[in-house]
């Protein structure tokens, strides 16, 4: 599975960006897939994650009511809406993807089997 993640950029505190990640994969509604980021010095930090058959999205507390997750299966590609952006948000962003990861281990990065190159997020104050 290769996994091919875009969109990030620059944007002002409050701005907003989307991501896409586009997977090379067979079935890929049977994939569940997770948007993960990092910044310099931190650990890999959960943000979503939406599991295969296209069930509800789950967001991490930090980003929910601004991050949405959404997936089309039709063109294997998962999206992040990042909406009132925040300077602490800035990171590198990676979309990752699992066949069978368990729902409690979701928002667990060592638990992906296939990760995209991330996609930089930089937001100013």
């Known amino acids: 599975v290769q996994l091919q993640a875009s969109g990030g950029g620059l944007v002002q505190a409050g701005g907003s960006l989307r991501l896409s990640c586009a997977a090379s994969?067979?079935?890929?509604?049977?994939?569940?897939m997770g948007w993960f980021r990092q910044s310099p010095g931190k650990e890999r930090e959960f943000v979503a994650a939406s599991k295969r058959f296209n069930s509800n999205p789950y967001v991490a507390d930090s980003v929910k009511g601004r991050f949405t997750m959404s997936r089309d299966n039709a063109k294997n590609t998962v999206y992040l809406q990042m909406n009132s952006l925040r300077p602490e948000d800035t990171a590198v962003y990676y979309c990752?993807?699992?066949?069978?990861?368990?729902?409690?281990?979701?928002?667990?990065?060592?638990?992906?089997?296939?990760w995209g190159q991330g996609t930089l997020v930089t937001v100013s104050s």
């Open positions: 994969a067979d079935a890929f509604s049977t994939y569940t």
């Open positions: 990752a993807a699992d066949k069978s990861i368990i729902s409690s281990s979701l928002g667990d990065y060592r638990q992906y089997d296939y």
